[in-house]
């Protein structure tokens, strides 16, 4: 009796659908280059480097020099320039130079900022960043 089946050959393996398991991962793929997208933008990295820096204590007085060179930085990469004063700020002009002018009189004063100076500063520069 079982030489009858003996001629018989099982159906192959059904072949593994490799465009099934494409769209299953392309959706993953692109929600992790969008979050390294968002995480990567020059504004939104420069704010949480801003918030940072107003965190940290400025007790040392070389620390409070190089948050002030640090914000400064981190404005001219969110603009993606090199120079500040180049910036067009639209209806806000002036104000964006009496900024600039205030921030390069804190970077190159023969003292340290006062940490009242530089909370003012880092609160105008996260205004700025948010516009």
Known sequence: MDKQWADII?????AAD???????????????LLGLYYRHRPRPAMRRRLR????????????????VFTLAECLRLARS???LDRIDA????ARWHDFVDQLQQLQ???RP???SELDTMLRQAREWLRR
Do not use: F, K, V
Request: proline share 18%.
């Open 52 to 67: 940072r820096l107003q965190r940290a204590p400025g007790d040392n007085e070389a620390t409070r020099r190089d948050t």
């Open 90 to 93: 639209g209806p806000r002009q």
């Open 10 to 14: 099982p159906p192959a393996a059904p």
């Open 18 to 32: 490799a465009t099934q398991l494409l769209w299953w991962l392309l959706p993953i793929l692109l929600l992790i």
């Open 108 to 110: 190159y004063q023969p």
């Open 81 to 83: 320039t090199t120079r």
């Open 113 to 115: 900022p006062s940490p």
